[in-house]
């Protein structure tokens, strides 16, 4: 990955961040508030059984389907105890970005929220084999959802939830029952190889990436990509977890085309942005 030019680099972060802001300002639904009582000193869902292995989004910038079908994967399995690999293709091609601002859906980018609103409307995501990805060289297809051999939903999601912004307590909470969607800064992630990453620019971080946060050590934050598993920890990046959260500011949270009503400055909290937003869905 070292060996990518900047543009092509940049094909893997596909997260459209108007979008993203615009939502989070929309948002009329629940927040979660903890249920759990003593919280442990570290969690991993590696060793749980619910995560598949780690995938390879490709050049297509789809990172926000990849974090929500694994995502979608985890609590199924935690809820029905079988693991199954799910379609990122179908949410690809099959949800459209209805608002004019910053991406244009597809492996143009968009956001884990979209994604979950569209497979519960379409009534679930199906799995990986009847609807395998064929994006990875960076280009989405027509939806074929409705087609007799792909419209078949394995998992169906009932709602979702959102965890205060920028709380550590309430990511630490919520990992306890299951990995989280989270929104992160990775522009600085093509060289990572191992240990525990605090190379972000925490003084103006800006949010570009959507990944599965499945646990924490007394020190570090445990993070799935989709950059294969030849990138990082086997596919995985430790990211620092410090007793006291860096904040900074994202100075642009309206690159590309600006959306009505967006911020101009966003407070991004965590490594990397890593606790600034952070979703789970619920599984019917």
């Known amino acids: 990955m070292t060996d990518q030019t900047e543009e092509e680099f940049n094909l893997l972060l596909g997260l459209n961040k108007p979008l ?15 249920t759990v009582g003593a919280i442990p000193t570290s969690v991993d869902w590696r060793e749980k059984g619910i995560l598949t292995p780690v995938k390879d989004q490709g050049q297509c910038g789809s990172c926000w389907t990849f974090g929500t079908a694994e995502t979608i994967e985890s609590y199924y399995a935690l809820k029905y105890g079988s693991i199954m690999d799910l379609s990122e293709q179908q949410i690809l091609d099959c949800t459209p970005n209805p608002n004019d601002c910053g991406g244009t859906g597809g492996c143009g980018g968009g956001t884990a929220q979209l994604a979950m609103d569209r497979i519960k409307a379409m009534g679930g995501i199906t799995t990986e084999w009847q609807y395998p990805y064929t ?12 087609d007799n051999r792909t419209g078949n939903p394995f998992a169906q999601v009932s709602s979702w939830t959102r965890l205060p912004v920028n709380d550590q307590d309430s990511v630490i909470a919520a ?15 093509a060289k990572y190889e191992t240990g525990i990453f605090n190379g972000c620019n ?17 020190d570090y934050w445990i993070v799935r990509n989709s950059w294969s598993s030849l990138w990082g920890e086997m596919g995985y990046i430790r990211l620092m977890k410090d007793t006291v959260v860096p904040c900074g500011t994202d100075l642009t949270p309206q690159d590309g085309d600006i959306c009505n009503g967006g911020p101009t400055t966003v407070k991004v909290c965590g490594t990397c942005g890593v606790v600034y937003d952070c979703t789970f869905p619920t599984i019917s």
């Open 175 to 189: 990992l306890v029952n299951g990995p989280l969607i989270i929104n992160v800064d990775a522009s600085s992630w």
């Open 135 to 146: 994006s990875y060289f960076g280009t989405a297809e027509s939806c074929k959802f409705a």
């Open 20 to 34: 993203l802001y615009l939502q989070k300002q929309q948002y009329t639904g629940s927040y979660y508030e903890s």
């Open 202 to 218: 925490q003084t103006n971080p800006d949010i570009d990436h959507v990944v599965e946060l499945v646990g924490y050590g007394p």
